[in-house]
């Protein structure tokens, strides 16, 4: 177990927001902590509360200008802000500037490894920080930490129902036999979808996190992104279908799997009672093993706390 | 990712061999290895085919005498010798022998961990060497380095199916409607069940793992040991428990808890969709933490190639 460390988190959404509420309670400090327009830093640990009463009531996380946050004199960077594709940016260049600093870097945010991970890679290598990124996987569920300890070419393959919101949406539909359009305003009504939830409907979501896996298990032999990813949503799914599959004792989840080769999302056939056919926003990831067999690992894919456990426990991995 | 390690390893069962047979696959080399009356050492690693031939023909691993192993010059002492219980021993001296010299220990005996965890934990605490025991509980699966990354304060109950034997024995009887002594004896066939199956119809091979997570939950603050579980096998669960579970939609699995108050294993009635029924052989560990929910982790709870593929795993977390 490492001792406490002193984090930098960037982003103050459901994530961020947890890492600082839950941080001191894993015993590390947070000695800064910024939104995009603003950020609060104290060397011996900010004070959290406040800081994220300040952002619910004012929008603001503190007084100072968000770049203070980088360059605080932090040990981890936590990096939460949202995920964006392409370039990664600004995520990578937070990712960047920690490295280039020595300091390790905690990603939840998906771009970085997603679409430039060999460039995190080199990055790293050329610095004494480490970068780690259970989070941006699976929520709470340990799918990065498993494949690592197995060594990733000990893993032939990672498939599984990544993507809560599409995952419940399915699963409703089935349950009730009400149609899509129906249900994904009940999702939307949850919280449980978002207000658009192309994201995760359309498979961007589940895709992203099977390109991240597909680039762990090609290590060192090929790099991928999005747009190598075959990649099919949820929304033309019909009840039908759904009812169909049922008299055959089957259902129907959004299932992307990751190999070596590449990275395919799409709606499957399953049987109903198969690992494969969690319910509601719950996540699962079966790993495919060299020696162990196949791992199944299920947990809650996503949520403030769920994911801050992720990132935390990677905080705890860090030398 | 450590470098490669120089291995000792102590036990010549299938647990043991497996590990000799894969460790260079796994970066590190094997520079002893004994079975009870023989041993091979050599500082530039021992060729393991021979080693693992000659025992299948001769019994013998080497020509030298056990303790050789013991103190050859190695990293990581593999104590992978027979579980016993009580004072533990020879594991248990084995353990403390490596930590005197400032060496690691990875445990796939389930003894020392079971039986005298206190004690372990405080010779670690003298020593420069590491203990680690992930191949103790459910084979394969990453329970202990689960609880580990969430820390043990964070998990509230780890609860599950941890006997391939007695699940077997079970989801056979309810799928085929045979009774337990038939079962039994195709179980023994497949060498699923060994000739004298007390460990594990009884429920103490549960039982043992269910205390050592519960020592691993409890840490610093009590110790457990066999004496303190609450135990019953599957002994008397008779084929028609199953069909009046089955006629409701249930059927019963020999399930293990674990919590800081104490271990409890019993036959228990479930759904029969429940991520507890798992079938056949496999295993399954549930845990209920603070921030992230239920984490459900199952896969093959045994098997050589399987824990070996946990015991390389702790190396390789080694520092």
Redesign the interface.
């Known amino acids: 177990?490492s001792d406490g460390k002193r984090l930098a988190v960037l982003g103050a959404g459901a994530v961020g927001s947890?890492v600082v509420d839950?941080a001191v309670e894993?015993g590390h400090s947070v000695v800064a902590f910024a939104d995009s327009s603003s950020a609060v830093t104290a060397a011996d640990g900010i004070d959290a509360d406040s800081a994220l009463d300040r952002k619910s009531s004012d929008g603001v996380v503190g007084d100072d200008d968000p770049d203070a946050a980088l360059s605080a004199d932090y040990d981890v960077l936590v990096e939460a802000t949202p995920t964006t594709l392409g370039d990664a940016e600004p995520g990578f260049s937070h990712l960047e500037t920690a490295l280039e600093r020595d300091r390790h870097v905690v990603l939840a945010n998906k771009g970085p490894v997603a679409e430039r991970y060999a460039d995190v890679r080199e990055l790293e290598r050329e610095s004494a920080g480490e970068v780690r990124f259970e989070a941006t996987v699976g929520?709470?569920?340990?799918i990065i930490?498993?494949v690592?300890?197995?060594?990733p070419s000990?893993v032939t393959a990672a498939r599984g129902v990544l993507n809560g919101t599409a995952n419940f949406i399915l699963s409703r539909m089935a349950a009730e036999g009400i149609d899509y359009e129906h249900v994904l305003a009940e999702a939307q009504d949850l919280g449980v979808a978002e207000a658009d939830p192309t994201f995760d409907v359309e498979g961007t979501d589940a895709a992203l996190k099977c390109v991240i896996l597909a680039n762990v298990l090609s290590e060192g032999e090929r790099e991928f992104t999005l747009s190598d990813a075959d990649v099919e949503g949820i929304t033309n799914v019909p009840g039908s279908a759904l009812e169909l599959a049922a008299e055959d004792g089957r259902t129907i989840r959004l299932v992307g799997e990751a190999t070596r080769d590449g990275i395919r999302v799409g709606p499957r056939l399953v049987p109903?009672?198969a690992?494969l056919a969690v319910t509601g926003t719950r996540n699962i990831v079966q790993l495919e093993?060299t020696?162990?067999?196949?791992?199944?690992?299920?947990?809650?894919g996503a949520?403030g706390?769920?994911t801050?456990?992720?990132v935390l426990?990677d905080v705890?991995?860090l030398?």
């Open positions: 177990m947890s839950l894993y929520g709470a569920i340990p930490s498993t690592e300890d197995l060594s000990h109903q009672n690992a093993t020696h162990a067999g196949q791992l199944n690992l299920s947990g809650r949520g706390p769920e801050a456990s992720a426990g705890g991995r030398d």
